[in-house]
């Protein structure tokens, strides 16, 4: 049987409380800051975790990321998709530049890159 993931939300409450106190900033800021709710922040404090676009909000503004919460390890990045991610995100290439850079990156990435029973 498979152990079913699950999100660590004290932990996570826990980091992002030390984000607001080593920011020097207050919680009716980061509601402010953030759209989260100054009642949904309260709720957090009380054990109650928020909907998916708050928790979203949370961690783009303290800079956490929430898949260090879960309770089972994380497996490695795929190296092609951590690109594919950057490359679209430069605002200097388009779509098709950013498609055509990702085409030559895979073909050389699976040109050089060992084989599994290499490792």
């Known amino acids: 049987m498979t152990r079913r993931a699950r999100f660590d939300f004290p932990s996570f409450y826990a980091a992002l409380s030390a984000t607001v106190k080593a920011r020097d900033t207050t919680w009716k800021a980061v509601s402010e800051q953030t759209g989260v709710s100054q009642t949904t922040l309260s709720r957090m404090s009380n054990g109650r975790q928020p909907d998916a676009a708050s928790l979203t909000a ?62």
């Open 58 to 119: 949370l961690a783009a503004w303290s800079g956490l990321d929430p898949v260090d919460f879960m309770s089972t390890p994380r497996r490695a990045r795929e190296p092609i998709a951590m690109v594919s991610k950057l490359l679209r995100e430069d605002p200097n290439l388009d779509r098709a530049g950013a498609d055509a850079l990702e085409t030559i990156i895979t073909a050389a990435y699976d040109r050089f890159k060992r084989q599994t029973d290499d490792r």
